[in-house]
């Protein structure tokens, strides 16, 4: 496997885990906000499989390059999204434990109505992604290893290895 699909690989692993379902108790329609995380998982894990294939097209092909380049930028959107619930969510609690008072549900409308464009503006992207990767030839790897992997290094020198050492 080589480093870009390990490091890609690695990323999508953390955002399974932080797209785990959320309280979103605090905004309107919490339950759209669950569908649509689990949604993004399930297109997220299926795009991962196809990231061995990705990884040694792109050697040849530059719109596979760019695919993975932009499947990068949407996982980092994803948990740029996904950082936003968790900062709003640790912001409510501090202000409801200090104040004992009920955190504005107009605040909570305009986070919601924020939220909801930039879920929107990703799930787009993830289809357009999704779809794409026909138009690339981009399958499943089936085997352990990707065939990039790094060649067995050359001797540089013209002394041969002796395979025990006596001293």
Same mark, same amino acid.
């Given at each position: ?9 690695? +990323?999508?692993?953390?955002? +399974? ?6 309280? +979103? ?8 906000? !669950?569908?649509?995380? &689990?949604? =993004? ?6 795009? &991962? ?17 760019? =695919?993975?380049?932009?499947? !990068? ?5 994803? &948990? ?7 900062? &709003?969510? #640790? ?15 107009? !605040?909570?409308?305009?986070?919601? *109505? ?10 787009? !992207?993830?289809?357009?992604? =999704? ?6 030839? #981009? *399958?499943?790897?089936?085997?352990? *290893?990707?065939? *990039? ?19």
């Amino acid at each position: 496997m080589a480093v870009g699909e390990t490091f890609l690989s690695a +990323f999508l692993q953390v955002l +399974f885990d932080r797209l785990a379902p959320h309280d +979103f108790s605090f905004i309107p329609r919490p339950d759209l906000m !669950r569908s649509e995380l &689990e949604k =993004w998982r399930r297109m997220l894990l299926r795009m &991962e499989v196809l990231l061995g294939d990705a990884e040694e097209k792109q050697l040849t092909d530059k719109l596979v390059k760019m =695919w993975l380049d932009d499947l !990068r930028d949407l996982a980092y959107d994803v &948990e740029d999204v996904l950082d936003e619930f968790a900062t &709003e969510t #640790l912001e409510r609690k501090l202000m409801a434990d200090q104040a004992n008072i009920i955190v504005d549900a107009g !605040r909570a409308l305009v986070f919601y *109505t924020g939220m909801r464009s930039k879920m929107d503006d990703i799930s787009s !992207r993830l289809k357009q992604l =999704w779809e794409e990767k026909d138009d690339l030839g #981009l *399958t499943k790897m089936t085997g352990g *290893t990707s065939s *990039t992997a790094l060649p067995q290094r050359l001797s540089t020198t013209c002394i041969p290895t002796e395979p025990v050492v006596y001293g």
